[in-house]
């Protein structure tokens, strides 16, 4: 039976992300206020705090050492990208089991256009509960979401509710919800808009709805026309998926220059899968590999290999990977940052129709292998797979 709604829609954001994995992994921070970002003598700002530092006024972007007079008795902890970057991984993952129309936003944040999925996995609702319960479950993350009919209001709904929110707006809703809150609510309105508008007497969104279109033109341009719509609930952008990406990289800058050839060829190792991982998953297909290295004295290469085909295979990319690392030889010595990349994309879904066979730039085992992380969760099985390749 096919659902009728307009609810197709969900924004994802982790809560309070960075200070939630600190509490996570050390149940000792449970409860207490932890600031992400560094040292409080040192000059950086805060990255992230938990809602406990939060009602103390901490914020991000602040700097440390203001956040240390705010709240004395927070607990200060470095930024573990490494940590994070694994939490957001196994988060994507949990989306891409419902939809793959999925736009992300940042590293703990997500638009999902479930509009495929509803006759599956029943309504955005129920969608958004289960992926609250699976990132809780599997990656003890809590995780707030918004749905509604389109991307502003999905993400402002999930704002409304964090934390641990799992708000719905629906469209007989939209202007009512709106018509109170302050026109910085409005996406793209900054603090240069909201002068602008409060010289017009403009303060809530609802002041903004009723004001003529041609005022809001004379004094904000398009963008007057834009904000206008989105005061009336309307917000006609999609959600733009990974599929339409021209290419896709992964890059590392080491703590200290490196020249250990091993560990440059774990880094390759590690990004192929996950690129080779992101392309299957995406029903994508590259033929060109780039690899791209910084140099300590900032001097950057790109060495590229367009293939005889197209591949989604984390096996090919890694071996041409390592062909383009060897044609670099020693280069300029010692290295700040390595990334691989792959462009020239193309879906193979499409080809897929058009042919009775399966697509070919993908092995078996591979399939198995992508199985197989699907239900265990994203794994050391990667190198079994893979680690022959290095010792050629
Ligand atoms: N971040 C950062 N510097 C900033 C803002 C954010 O380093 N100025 C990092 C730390 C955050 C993460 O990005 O944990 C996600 O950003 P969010 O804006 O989603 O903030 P949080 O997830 O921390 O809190 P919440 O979403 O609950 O408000
Ligand atoms: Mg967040």
């Not at 050390?26 to 206020?33: E, F, Y």
Request: hydrophobic residues 40%; proline residues 3%; charged residues 30%.
């Amino acid at each position: 039976m096919a659902i009728q709604t307009d609810l197709n829609i969900i924004h994802c954001d982790l809560d309070a992300f960075y200070a939630a994995v600190e509490q996570r992994d050390n149940p000792s921070l449970k409860g207490r206020p932890v600031i992400v970002g560094g040292r409080p003598d040192s000059r950086g700002v805060v990255a992230t705090c938990s809602y406990e530092a939060r009602v103390y006024g901490v914020k991000s972007a602040m700097p440390l050492a203001e956040a240390r007079r705010l709240c004395p008795e927070a607990v200060f902890l470095p930024v573990d990208m490494k940590r994070y970057g694994e939490a957001s991984r196994q988060v994507f993952e949990i989306f891409s089991r419902f939809t793959p129309d999925i736009e992300p936003l940042s590293i703990d944040e997500a638009f999902l256009d479930v509009t495929g999925s509803l006759s599956i996995f029943g309504s955005a609702e129920k969608i958004a509960w289960d992926i609250k319960k699976a990132v809780l479950n599997e990656a003890g993350l809590i995780i707030s979401t918004g749905i509604s009919y389109n991307k502003f209001l999905a993400k402002l709904a999930t704002d409304l509710g964090k934390p641990d929110g799992m708000k719905i707006i629906r469209r007989e809703e939209a202007t009512h919800v709106l018509s109170l809150l302050p026109v910085s609510r409005l996406w793209g309105v900054g603090t240069k808009t909201q002068q602008i508008l409060k010289r017009m007497g403009i303060e809530t969104i609802g002041d903004l709805a009723v004001t003529p279109p041609d005022i809001l033109e004379k004094h904000l341009g398009q963008a007057g026309m834009f904000f206008r719509e989105l005061a009336h609930g309307i917000d006609n952008r999609k959600v733009e998926t990974d599929r339409e990406v021209k290419s896709m990289g992964r890059e590392i800058t080491f703590d200290e220059d490196i020249d250990d050839r091993h560990q440059l060829e774990a880094c390759l190792l590690q990004f192929s899968y996950l690129l080779g991982r992101r392309l299957r998953r995406t029903k994508l297909e590259a033929r060109t590999v780039t690899i791209k290295v910084r140099y300590h004295d900032f001097k950057t290469v790109n060495r590229s290999k367009t293939l005889d085909g197209y591949t989604a295979s984390s096996t090919v990319l890694y071996e041409t990977a390592l062909f383009l690392l060897r044609k670099l030889g020693k280069g300029r010595g010692r290295i700040r940052l390595i990334g691989l990349s792959v462009s020239n994309l193309r879906s193979f879904e499409v080809l897929e129709q058009f042919s009775l066979f399966k697509n070919e730039s993908v092995s078996r085992s591979e399939e198995l292998l992508d199985q197989i992380n699907d239900r265990f969760g994203e794994n050391t099985i990667i190198t079994a797979n893979l680690l022959p390749y290095r010792e050629k």
